[in-house]
């Protein structure tokens, strides 16, 4: 398919996972793509060869002191530099931009992608957090300023692509596929003991270390259920989750006649980051196919919520609405952090998550400053238990 007019991408987070394969989708494509603004937040040398080599209209590094860096390496070029947090979420509403692809990590996504949604830019979303902490909020703006949100998560993607053509078709299940992580079949006694260095080594995908870890806790998942559940429409009891070791299938879709529809393929998140971009067109790829010769079995099994306490917090988190899905998501970062630095042991995540929903005050029908403040009120009060 070829695409007319050269999209012109904005890339939040583009030193990252997501935001290097973006680029390198971009490079496939430079018939499709053009990019407008990447944006990082400190990895400043990074972000300078992004710029040399992409030569975007403008660059933001969220910490401020790294902008002297960042301004004289790229003294000579005719690009814009800003720095500081409040610049990217500016930058987005450059009137150029077609496509912000919100590739950030975690809460720090969330004002961006408003006033990304404000200005009308088609989102590429593959912030999740964004959704957890406010998904109400997000589709009550893209319907006010029709902004189209296009996931880029790999799960919701395979659901998007199953979705096509089934506008008036009633759906009875979503089914999310998850990997299990690394530690799908640890007993509850070894997952005590697991060190980030194995929480880091995810079984079939290379991805930045907060969402790897919040995959081995399989709070990923419950992230996911909650996103599907914004994304498309669809409440908790109908969203399953089966583990599925291979991650061949990306998810699933179940039609009220009982046909199931799936999408597959080798796990490579450049697919739905393209899919993404050039909805409702596909364009050709150089990516790996499925090799049918060496694929000897795809496998299914339920998942352990008494192992993998997070993915009922999520459900639960979902079911009671309000602010809780943002409580679970700060007081889930404040733990992978901690986690990530030798603070707190593995399982310590899901007990202080816990111990978060118990103790904040609900709000029931949250405006953007509550969750604001259910954030940062989150973070302090976590923190103090480390
Ligand atoms: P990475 O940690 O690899 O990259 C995060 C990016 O965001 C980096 O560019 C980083 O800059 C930037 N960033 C981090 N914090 C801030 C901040 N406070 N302000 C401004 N910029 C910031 O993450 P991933 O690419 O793995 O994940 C990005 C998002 O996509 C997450 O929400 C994740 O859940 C989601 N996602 C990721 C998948 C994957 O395969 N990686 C799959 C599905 C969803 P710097 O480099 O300077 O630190
Ligand atoms: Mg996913």
């Known amino acids: 398919m070829e695409i007319k007019n050269k999209r012109q991408l904005a890339i939040l987070g583009s030193t990252g996972s997501i935001g290097t394969q973006t680029l390198k989708v971009v490079e496939e494509h430079p018939e499709c793509f053009e990019v407008y603004a990447i944006t990082a937040n400190s990895r400043v040398e990074e972000l300078i060869a992004q710029a040399r080599k992409f030569m975007p209209e403008a660059v933001v590094i969220a910490d401020e002191t790294k902008y ?8 000579d070029l005719p690009i814009k530099v800003y720095g500081g947090y409040e610049s990217i979420c ?8 077609d496509i912000v692809v919100t590739a950030m990590v ?10 990304a949604i404000k200005t009308g830019k088609a989102i590429a979303l593959a912030n999740k957090e964004t959704m957890v902490v406010a998904g109400e909020l997000i589709n009550a703006l893209a319907n006010e300023y029709r902004t189209p949100i296009l996931p880029v998560d790999s799960e919701h993607s395979a659901i998007f692509q199953c979705l096509a053509g089934e506008m008036t078709n009633k759906v009875e299940k979503l089914i999310l596929t998850a990997s299990g992580g690394p530690f799908r079949t640890f007993t509850k006694d070894q997952l005590e003991n697991v060190t980030k260095e194995q929480a ?7 991805m930045g270390a907060k969402i790897t870890i919040d995959s081995a806790t399989m709070m990923n998942k419950g992230f996911e259920v909650i996103e599907a559940k914004w994304l498309f429409g669809v409440n908790a009891d109908k969203i399953e989750v089966v583990v599925h070791p291979q991650s061949v299938i990306h998810s699933m879709v179940q039609f009220e006649d009982g046909a199931i529809k799936a999408q597959l393929g080798t796990p ?6 393209m899919y993404a971009l ?23 099994e339920r998942p352990d919520l008494e192992r993998f306490p997070n993915l009922q917090h999520a459900y639960t988190a979902l079911s009671k609405g309000g602010n809780m ?9 404040v733990c992978v952090a901690a986690f990530l630095n030798d603070r707190i042991k593995f399982c310590e995540m899901p007990r202080l998550i816990d111990r978060a929903m118990q103790q904040t005050h609900f709000i029931t029908k949250p405006s953007l400053e509550d969750y604001l403040e259910t954030d940062r009120h989150v973070r302090e ?3 103090s238990w480390i």
């Not at 500016?90 to 931009?97: F, G």
């Not at 490579?268 to 980051?273: A, E, G, N, S, Y």
């Open 106 to 115: 975690g809460f720090s996504g969330l004002r961006p992608t408003i006033n």
């Open 200 to 206: 880091l080594k995810h079984p079939n995908w290379s």
């Open 325 to 333: 899905p943002c409580v679970v998501n700060a007081a889930n970062e």
């Open 268 to 273: 490579d998140m450049r697919l739905p980051i």
């Open 68 to 75: 002297k860096r960042l301004k004289e390496a790229l003294d």
């Open 90 to 97: 500016q930058i987005v509403e450059s009137k150029p931009i």
């Open 381 to 383: 009060m976590v923190e």
């Open 278 to 300: 050039t909805y409702p067109h596909r364009l050709q790829s150089s990516f790996e196919r499925i090799n049918w010769d060496t694929l000897k079995e795809l496998t299914f």
